[in-house]
């Protein structure tokens, strides 16, 4: 049992490149959320989702794309990366909707130069 | 807008000593959260409080939940160097009417001397 994966763990892109960074849960949960993580700014909920087809915007959802095809994967894409998301981003999951406790991927550290 | 307050941001404190970290948020909701973030590591979960009046104990950390008060406390108790790490509570935007996720504040960075 596995729980949230995340990857990649670190990344380094230039502006205007687009990525996606991967998330996958094997715990049979609904509701799966991204955060970014900013020094002194605590986590922002970008994107979430409450089960396969559906998301919602979070937040801070302005660059990023989201999509939910499986209960088990929610990749998060950046269209045209910026360096104001240069950040680390956090996948996390829970068994219930309506957010309920969460379970934290290990963070994918992005920098945009 | 969910605003949620910690205080102190930073602590410093000697092992053997009490102390307690303050979680105040803007609108209602009932459900609080506590984690605890290692640098470099992820967020591990230390408490679920989903009640007025609710406490949870675990080894030196004890948390409780005031909704009337919009106020959380994590105490310490004796502390241990182990202890030594980020502290953030995130309350429940959803209940309040917000998107169905958390709202963290800025956490308590904790430092445990001997």
């Known amino acids: 049992n596995a729980g949230v994966t995340q990857t990649p763990k670190f990344q380094v892109l230039k502006t205007g490149q687009s990525m996606t960074l991967q998330c996958a849960q094997d715990?049979?949960?609904?509701?799966m959320s991204w955060y970014r993580q900013d020094p002194g700014m605590g986590l922002r909920l970008i994107h979430y989702s409450v089960g396969a087809g559906i998301t919602d915007q979070g937040e801070v959802p302005n660059g990023y794309n989201v999509s939910r095809s499986t209960t088990e994967d929610f990749p998060l894409r950046l269209l045209s990366a910026a360096p104001s998301q240069t950040s680390v981003y956090f996948c996390a999951s829970s068994r219930t909707t309506n957010t309920g406790e969460l379970f934290f991927g290990e963070g994918s550290r992005l920098t945009v130069l | 807008e969910l605003k949620v307050e910690q205080n102190p941001l930073f602590l410093s404190m000697q092992e053997g000593k009490n102390y307690t970290i303050y979680c105040n948020y803007s609108t209602t909701s009932d459900r609080l959260y506590w984690y605890r973030q290692d640098p470099g590591k992820s967020l591990e979960s230390l408490f679920v409080l989903l009640s007025n009046g609710a406490v949870k104990q675990e080894g030196r950390l004890m948390a409780s939940l005031d909704t009337k008060a919009r106020l959380s406390t994590l105490h310490i108790t004796a502390a241990v160097h182990d202890l030594s790490a980020t502290y953030f509570c995130a309350v429940d935007m959803w209940s309040g009417g917000g998107a169905d996720g958390l709202t963290f504040g800025k956490g308590t960075h904790l430092i445990i001397q001997p």
């Open positions: 715990m049979n949960h609904e509701y």
